[in-house]
């Protein structure tokens, strides 16, 4: 069985919770279209979170923790900004890990990690099960970023370094790191378990192949667009701007394969937020590209 595991910020630090409740019913709606349904849906949140969803007929639990709110730093430079990152993983780490203790004690064969605002291709559980034999994990590196009731998309390759929708384990590779790991608080969690896994593979999305790498696991990276990154939303931590990426139309394809809550707008609309968009970019690198002339000036002077 596929275990899907996601996890809920402290709704202390959300801007607006009811938005956060909103997002992960979209991210569920998409769910419940997967063309295989065997999989379960695992929840973790803050003890006193109050979620109003439908699951249907997706095998849910929710996972309720006692984990103190993420601290906020003010980031002023590098060091500010490597310390609220760190934040974020520690609570998104020690949530996952208990998401994946859940799992393990269902006997799940794959896990799925998945942020709670983003949207699954509706053959990504089909494209697992049919190569698990195969491999011992899947790395999402083809996917599209979307602003909710927006007529374009932006293609972001490689997706695994914007999104944390993007890595899906066999379950056992966790085993030997958590033969002594103590789930009574947040503390016990931090001090029984490897760094590693907490920071760098559950706590942040980036670094899958070295665990894979480090135990000897096959894996491969899924070859069609299997994830969907729901930029703007007002909930992101990340914070990316799109305006990097390359766009193109929304599709009836695209809005079939994420179950997009959306329509079609005509032609010319399209165009216009396409115009839009290539406007923004070239802004952007233009004022890149002076700002780097002005430094080759600067530098020269100083010579």
Known sequence: MLSIVACLRHPATANDFGRVNQLLQKTIDSLKNQSNQNFQLIIVCNEGTKLSI????????????????????????????????????????????TGLNTALSNDAEFIAFIDADDYLHKDLVTYIYDNKDKNDGFIINKGFG??????????IHPFHHSCG??????ANLFKPYLNNASFANQNSLLSSVDDFITYDILGSHKHANELFEKVG???????????????????NDSGISQVTYKAQPLTKAIIDNFSLQTQLSNPLAIKLELLKHYCRTSIKKNNQSKLIRAAVRLKQKLN
């Not at 993420?70 to 780490?93: A, F, I």
């Not at 696991?217 to 909930?235: C, K, L, S, W």
């Open 54 to 97: 439908n699951t249907g007929d997706i095998d849910t639990q929710l996972i309720f923790v006692d984990f103190p709110p993420t601290e906020k730093v003010e980031v002023v430079d590098d060091e500010t900004q490597l310390q609220q990152w760190n934040n974020v993983r520690k609570d998104k780490g020690t949530k996952y890990l």
């Open 146 to 155: 979307y602003k909710l009731d927006s007529n374009i998309v932006y293609e």
């Open 165 to 170: 929708t993007c890595n899906v384990y066999r």
């Open 217 to 235: 696991a096959t894996y491969n990276y899924i070859p069609f667009e299997a994830a969907m990154y729901i930029v703007d939303n007002g909930e």
